[in-house]
């Protein structure tokens, strides 16, 4: 019983020991950089919000007052 025990607890520390230093150098591996995209960039802008969404839903003990138009 003591035997089994001792190779169980041998097998563990090594399944261990084996998943940190596999662990340890995969975070050694630089990864490959992403290369350079092709299409230009659109620039930025915002737009209007539709005037007939729902009112938004809070959730909480929050009082909302409603403006006036």
């Given amino acids: 019983m003591r035997r089994e025990f001792a190779k169980t607890i041998l ?7 084996l998943l940190g230093s596999v662990g ?3 975070l050694r591996v630089k990864p490959a950089p992403f290369p350079p ?3 230009k ?4 802008s915002t737009a209007e919000l539709p005037s007939n969404l729902p009112d938004p839903l809070i959730c909480g003990p929050v009082t909302l007052t409603r403006r006036p138009g």
């Avoid at 097998?11 to 020991?17: K, M, R």
Wanted: proline share 6%; hydrophobic share 40%; charged share 5%.
């Fill in 41 to 44: 960039t659109p620039g930025l």
């Fill in 11 to 17: 097998a563990t520390g090594s399944s261990l020991a």
């Fill in 24 to 26: 340890w150098l995969a």
């Fill in 37 to 39: 995209h092709s299409e």
